[in-house]
């Protein structure tokens, strides 16, 4: 089982970016997957995540400016808009062991290798 995250990448503040997460080696239609990002000299933090059926959380610094979805094909997604110097990070797929969207690591099983993200002023 494997998730692989991309899309990372260098841009100005105020701009845009779109991670994807492709899941293999199973299906995760019936899990709750997120995106959890780790900034330099600090811990992971939560950043977004969806339920199964499409329920969505996020973490109070990116709401209104990131997207969570996920499509039928097995992959997630994060549209990044707004972005700020402070949303430098490399970011994190996982899914989780259950079905609802969920801020806590310790409630996924699976992580991608992460995607740096770098946001210049």
């Known amino acids: 089982v494997q998730l692989q995250a991309s899309g990372g990448g260098l841009v100005q503040a105020g701009g845009s970016l779109r991670l994807s997460c492709a899941a293999s080696?199973?299906?995760?239609?019936?899990?709750?997957m997120g995106w959890f990002r780790q900034a330099p000299g600090k811990e992971r933090k939560f950043v977004a995540a969806?339920?199964?059926?499409?329920?969505t959380l996020y973490a109070d610094s990116v709401e209104g400016r990131f997207t969570i979805s996920r499509d039928a094909k097995n992959t997630l997604y994060l549209q990044m808009n707004s972005l700020k110097p402070e949303d430098t990070a490399v970011y994190y797929c996982?899914?989780?062991?259950?079905?609802?969207?969920?801020?806590?690591?310790?409630?996924?099983?699976?992580w991608g290798q992460g995607t740096l993200v770098t946001v210049s002023s």
């Open positions: 969806i339920s199964w059926n499409g329920g």
């Open positions: 080696g199973r299906t995760f239609s019936n899990n709750g």
């Open positions: 996982a899914a989780a062991r259950v079905a609802r969207g969920t801020r806590i690591e310790t409630e996924y099983s699976y």
